[in-house]
DNA sequence: TATTGTTATACTCTATAACTATA
DNA sequence: TATAGTTATAGAGTATAACAATA
């Protein structure tokens, strides 16, 4: 306690306490998706059974069309490998993906659609728009959109360019390959 | 609308798609948000031992410095009654708050941060901050930050306004549609 | 040796339903 | 009856570490 500010808001510490602006901001955005994550979680299990997490890992394939190794697959969606494969041993399991090891790289699996999980992905994703649509865009305007895709295009971008964590200890390694830059969309 | 069949994004069931504009704004929400999430959450983990909806409930009961009650201390944090008493039974265990029963009202249970909870939320708070800082505002401007708390405020006010949450009616089954997709109803 | 992916395991968290007790 | 909260329990998801196979 050797802070001569009258800081008032636990920032002892040298660091600058953010503007209240910055401060509402920050827990407007979090709450709002936290509320926005859950009711889309709601309909994905209603009406496709499934989570988010597998949403996402469905629309990555849906994407690329081509198959993905489970590393490309884990891109942004899983925080560790395990996690992956236990998400994929899932989609293997209800029939909407396949894994086959890759004929270049014979430590790789190559992940690819079915026509059961393409349908499943093609049959949820109306309803899906529909929630984003209902509670995300509807009270905005096409200029908050535009804006808003701005900034949290930036935020990501800037977020996946950063440095590992200094406080990582040696052997961490969760994210996939860290040199590699994100392929293109 | 009867099917265009043109549609080649899923919508064909008359749910006009969203602009792709708004499909990429989604996404880089979401997906910021998460990457967001997940290094707060590290920082609260390796600071302060303590996960992020611990970290809320703490902030609200800092905020208030009155006692809370249950209900009071649930909102916007946490989905389900159980899963508050789950998360109390965690913090006071580890003698951050305490409970006891209201004297106006002898159903309700009072919340109050303890000296220790106070202090560990002070202790980590700058830290937190600092994380936010780093990964959110730095790439934003003064003016991408009001126009973000302005639009996610609204959005948020305006989940908050839609869906009685806790209204859960009990017509409500089991939301597990087994390994057989749900039929659209 | 490094990389890709899987397995085993332990743990955290969430949600539903049944329960108690107060209003 | 309705409300506030707890408990019991079950299931989903995650992360770490050890492992096998390939490069």
Do not use: C
């Amino acid at each position: 306690m050797t802070s001569t500010r009258t800081a008032g808001d636990g920032s002892d510490d040298g660091v600058p306490p953010l503007h209240p602006e910055q401060l509402q901001t920050y827990f407007a955005l979090l709450e709002a998706v936290s509320l926005l994550q859950h009711h889309v979680e709601q309909q994905l299990r209603t009406e496709g059974g499934i989570s988010y997490v597998q949403f996402q890992l469905l629309a990555n394939l849906a994407r690329s069309e081509t198959p993905l190794t489970m590393t490309q697959l884990a891109d942004g969606v899983v925080y560790s490998r395990s996690g992956l494969t236990y998400q994929a041993g899932l989609l293997e399991k209800a029939g909407l993906i396949t894994r086959s090891s890759s004929p270049g790289d014979e430590r790789a699996t190559l992940v690819a659609l079915t026509d059961a999980g393409a349908a499943l992905f093609r049959r949820i994703l109306p309803g899906h728009i529909e929630v984003s649509r209902l509670l995300l865009f509807n009270p905005l305007s096409d200029d908050d959109v535009r804006h808003l895709g701005d900034i949290m295009t930036r935020v990501r971008d800037h977020m996946r360019a950063l440095p590992p964590r200094s406080a990582a200890p040696r052997k961490r390694r969760p994210r996939s390959t860290p040199d590699t830059p994100a392929q293109a969309d």
